[in-house]
């Protein structure tokens, strides 16, 4: 089994922000290089993104075409378990031949056999909390980016720092409102990362207070 | 239609000719190159030599109002792989020399002295100039000459410095919308063949053509429409292409741990999402570049753009998923700024980014540069553009580059280059790259129509044994699609939706007066194939040349530690229908 990355709660820190929504993309690098959630250990690919996710089985069967689970192409969405520890992307129909071969129950399957995701069995306890890496891509970051960053994600130290560096200077502009562990935090405050000195993870949700943004769920 | 001969060699200087079709009435695109190259060419010639010939050819559909009809093919004897090839482009050109009633244009002969040609062709013939002003141009301002010289509506296919060096990585460039060299036919140094033929640039104007009619113009619009439904309400050619480009593989074939990295060594690119189609689109927009633009009129999927500086100057078009795997995380490069400005100086040059990008992986694996050094892979590439002697090295691609730096790891079947997937993670991709008559090529087995046209019987996609099978009918079925002039990129909602698919075959038959059926489509694959093959048999390459390098085989590759597993005798039997 894999070691557990569930974290030790006095070590997270709570970040709640409210942005523009046109600057979604601002977290586009974030969600294709992957943030943590917590999970129940043990559940299939489609009861973790119906169930606990809350995606609606249509959206799942439409448009999540390509699913990858650490780093082998799933065809069977109640076969494939979850584990704490697991890596999870998530894709959109992919051009190219590559691209075909990848689509879950595509016609040109067999051409990566040696890297499809053959099923799992229950060999640990189902139902215990887990924390596993998402990953997302192309036309599913604006459809279902918005739902992980609003229901809120978990981020390493460093990962959080990158994404803070990677932000332009007229994310002022965007900026509305933030809270710390929900205490009222400035712009100025949050810039200086005195917030984060103890801890190692960051738990962040965002809200988008302008026009709507696509939605899956 | 009719095809224009122009012989390099002719006493007194270059000369032209028309003639009809004849025994090649009803080809088009790769049917057509490949079927004048069997007949004409000597397997054996040398590929620079007046023996050999270059064969311009638009689709079968080109220069029609039929949507993504403007692929056009070039055909000779490959310097890079010693066999045939056919290299295909985008652009405007296809359908301009389609409209001007050419089936192809075919360079033979061998050229006396050094002179350079301009070939103008327009309603009126064909006027052949020598202009040694020409020389050593880059194609953007070649691009820029002929502007002043023949104005803006002209379509110009060309080669840079590498094609008149006769590198093996040479391409031949085909304008674009806004009359940029940013169309290649880039595999297999066919740019080489069009330097070695002395012609520097055919301008083409079709000024006072209009649009080819079709036999039956009510069924054909029918038909046309039904089509642009079908790429337009799929995801793939009506969303994601449209958004992203083709560069929207890089982050599922890196997840899938077949995104070869470092010259082959891994299968993950750590960064690569800072170079994604994800991130590219979005850094386009924020430039005021443009994220969704077509390579040619006519096309609806779009899957272009337009990358500007940080300044929101014009670089380069939108680099493809090809050219950034190449030029970026092959090399480790996860700067797209530096990836675009290579991206541009292989379009300056006229060079097969492919190529070049596994030559430079394989320098840099020789020490001559630092992997994920993106200044120094420039630096490298200015050398092939001036043609040193170490740029006429890299300028000859891989094979020839590992060959004189002593490198083992050299990613190339028939010496050209593998694309970006690698086949010990998609080894049914690893089939086609070995058994291939155009050497490594992932256009080669692109069109994934097979099962709907169940070529060979149909393929169970959950077999693992159907790789072999399945490769065979990709195969076919691209060489059929390869002749139409349609860009391969329809095949994914002809792939989804038969109506789609018969809005195609409606096509064809609504242009010619045909009945053909999807047999008929596949017996074309078969044709095309099997002349291609027969030609490579007598120029010298066996069985033995349908293999992947040997370090495939030896080489675990992470994260999934799978080497490639299929039997040499499983390969042998691609060919058998």
Not at chain 2, 278 to 300: F, N, P, S, V, Y
Not at chain 2, 319 to 346: H, K
Not at chain 2, 385 to 403: D, E, M, P
Not at chain 2, 480 to 507: K, N, R, W, Y
């Amino acid at each position: 089994m894999t070691e557990s990355i569930v974290p030790e709660a006095h070590s997270i820190v709570t970040l709640h922000l409210i942005l523009l929504a046109d600057r979604f993309p601002l977290f586009s690098l974030l969600l294709q290089q992957g943030f943590r959630v917590k999970i129940q250990a043990g559940t299939p690919v489609k009861g973790v993104l119906c169930e606990q996710f809350g995606l609606s089985p249509e959206y799942v069967q439409d448009r999540i075409k390509t699913i990858l689970l650490d780093g082998k192409a799933v065809d069977d969405m109640d076969g494939a378990i979850l584990k704490d520890g697991s890596t999870l992307a998530l894709s959109g129909p992919m051009p190219g031949l590559a691209g075909a071969s990848l689509r879950r129950d595509g016609l040109l399957a067999s051409f990566r056999a040696q890297i499809t995701h053959r099923g799992d069995r229950m060999d640990f306890p189902p139902g215990a909390e887990g924390m596993i890496t998402v990953k997302i891509f192309n036309l599913l970051l604006d459809e279902i980016g918005p739902v992980f960053l609003q229901r809120g994600i978990y981020l390493r130290k460093r990962d959080f720092q990158d994404f803070c560096k990677s932000l332009p200077e007229k994310f002022q502009k965007e900026f509305r409102a933030a809270g710390v562990n929900s205490q009222k935090s400035d712009l100025e405050d949050l810039q200086k990362m005195d917030w984060l000195r103890k801890n190692d993870m960051v738990f962040l949700s965002v809200d988008f207070a302008g026009p709507s943004l696509k939605r899956a769920i | 239609m009719k095809i224009l001969r122009i012989n390099m060699g002719a006493e007194g200087g270059p000369k032209a000719r028309e003639e009809p079709m004849g025994e090649f009435e009803g080809l088009g695109g790769r049917a057509l190159t490949s079927a004048i190259v069997a007949k004409e060419v000597p397997p054996l010639c040398h590929p620079w030599g007046a023996d050999n010939k270059l064969v311009i050819a638009p689709g079968l559909l080109s220069g029609t109002t039929a949507a993504m009809s403007g692929r056009v093919s070039v055909g000779c004897k490959s310097p890079l792989t010693g066999g045939i090839k056919e290299a295909n482009a985008g652009g405007q050109p296809s359908q301009m020399l389609a409209r001007l009633g050419y089936a192809a244009i075919v360079l033979e002969g061998g050229p006396k002295g050094d002179k350079l040609y301009k070939i103008f062709i327009n309603k009126d013939g064909v006027k052949i100039t020598a202009d040694q002003s020409l020389k050593m141009l880059g194609n953007y301002d070649l691009g820029e000459k002929m502007k002043k010289e023949y104005g803006e509506k002209v379509g110009l296919v060309s080669i840079g410095p590498a094609g008149e060096m006769k590198m093996s990585a040479a391409s031949v460039a085909f304008t674009d919308m806004e009359m940029r060299p940013t169309r290649h036919a880039g595999r297999g140094g066919v740019g080489a063949v069009m330097g070695a033929k002395g012609v520097k640039v055919i301008v083409i104007d079709d000024t006072g053509m209009s649009m080819r009619p079709p036999k039956d113009a009510q069924k054909f619009n029918a038909a046309n429409q039904k089509f642009i439904e079908g790429l337009k309400k799929h995801p793939v050619t009506g969303q994601g292409l449209p958004a992203y480009g083709t560069n929207v593989l890089t982050n599922v074939i890196n997840e899938a741990g077949a995104y070869p990295t470092k010259n082959f060594m891994w299968g993950r690119f750590p960064a690569c999402q800072k170079i994604s189609g994800e991130t590219q689109a979005e850094t386009e927009t924020a430039r005021g570049g443009l994220a969704t633009h077509g390579c040619h009129r006519g096309c609806t999927i779009q899957c272009s753009g337009i990358y500007t500086d940080k300044d929101g100057h014009y670089v380069t078009k939108q680099p493809e998923y090809e050219t950034v795997w190449a030029l970026g995380g092959n090399c480790e490069i996860d700067d797209l700024d530096a990836i675009a400005m290579l991206d541009r100086l292989c379009d300056d040059y006229g060079l097969d980014t492919i190529e070049m990008g596994a030559t430079i992986g394989v320098a840099m694996e020789a020490g001559l540069a630092k992997f994920g050094d993106g200044q120094a892979s420039i630096n490298l590439l200015k050398e092939v553009g001036k043609g040193s002697y170490l740029g006429r090295i890299l300028g000859n691609g891989a094979a020839v580059t590992g060959k004189v730096l002593g490198v083992e790891r050299v990613p190339v079947v028939k010496g050209q280059a593998l694309p970006a997937y690698d086949p010990r993670g998609i080894q049914g991709i690893g089939v086609t790259y070995a058994t291939s008559t155009q050497g490594a090529d992932h256009t080669a087995g692109y069109a994934v129509t097979a099962n709907v046209l169940k070529v060979g019987g149909f393929v169970d996609p959950l077999k693992p044994e159907g790789q072999v099978e399945l490769s065979r009918n990709l195969q076919i079925a691209t060489a059929a699609i390869d002749s139409t002039g349609m860009c391969l990129f329809i095949a994914f909602a002809v792939l989804d939706q038969p109506e789609t698919f018969q809005a195609l075959i409606d096509l064809l038959n609504a242009f010619y007066g045909l009945n053909l059926t999807g047999d008929g489509v596949t017996d074309l694959g078969k044709k095309i194939l099997k002349t291609e093959r027969e030609f490579n048999k007598k120029a010298g390459l066996s069985a033995e040349h349908d293999r992947l390098p040997d370090f495939f085989m030896k080489e675990p590759l992470p994260p999934h530690n799978l080497t490639f597993q299929v039997k040499d005798e499983d390969l042998d039997k691609v060919f058998n229908w």
